[in-house]
């Protein structure tokens, strides 16, 4: 059974670092793997979209790695803004749907 | 390009009852999925349906039902409701599959049972 975490749970920095979100997932074979953004009491918004034979993708500040063999993912912010606050799930895609880590919630202080 | 529409935002219910949420994925898409999101649980996946068919199913009970219809929008629909159906329901629509192509959510019907 496929199993997603993520850590930290709850991360506050303050602005301008750059800063590496974690996800591990306990079954090498997946399809791709997402990462979202959730605002409060938002739906999710798509950040990034690996796919399982790519190892990274990058959007504008936004860099996420994958290392299938290893079970692992990391979301890269930097130069991060108060306006990166929120959570950040990742999800992989397995057996027709997608499996969500519990989230980290970022803060960053002006 | 508009994206996932989904009616509708809040709803207050009391148990006992049934809900029938909504949703439009994006145009051209084919698969729409459907995740309840509780503190507790996270975002746990429902059903996926696909050319009106249900391709893939949670674990929850038979009291959670869906279908989508031939212009590929969704309805699920929950009966007798209990106070722990209280979640953030949300549906996400992809191309083909939820599990090889990017998926894109709606902002969520936030359900309160009492």
């Known amino acids: 059974k496929q199993e997603v975490t993520q850590i930290p749970a709850a991360l506050s920095v303050p602005e301008g670092e750059n800063l590496v979100l974690n996800c591990s997932f306990t079954?090498?074979?997946?399809?791709?793997l997402q990462w979202f953004r959730q605002d409060p009491g938002k739906g999710l918004t798509s950040l990034l979209l690996?796919?399982?034979?790519?190892r990274e993708q990058t959007s504008g500040r936004l860099n996420a790695s994958l290392d299938k063999s290893s079970g692992r993912s990391t979301l890269y912010i930097a130069a991060s803004q108060p306006g990166d606050s929120a959570t950040y799930l990742c999800?992989?895609?397995?057996?027709?749907?997608?499996?969500f880590g519990q989230g980290t919630t970022l803060q960053v202080k002006p | 390009k508009a994206g996932v529409t989904q009616t509708p935002r809040y709803l207050i219910k009391t148990r006992g009852q049934q809900v029938t949420l909504s949703c439009s994925p994006i145009s051209g898409h084919r698969s729409v999925s459907w995740y309840q999101q509780t503190p507790g649980q996270g975002l746990q996946f429902l059903f996926e349906?696909?050319?009106?068919?249900?391709?893939n199913k949670g674990n929850f009970p038979g009291r959670f039902s869906g279908r989508q219809f031939s212009n590929s929008r969704s309805e699920m629909n929950v009966s007798t409701l209990e106070l722990g159906d209280s979640a953030l329901y949300l549906c996400a629509s992809s191309l083909v599959q939820p599990m090889n192509t990017e998926a894109f959510f709606g902002q969520g019907t936030r359900l309160t049972v009492v």
């Open positions: 079954d090498s074979a997946i399809y791709n």
């Open positions: 999800a992989v895609g397995n057996t027709g749907k997608l499996i």
């Open positions: 349906y696909f050319s009106e068919t249900q391709r």
């Open positions: 690996i796919q399982s034979s790519q």
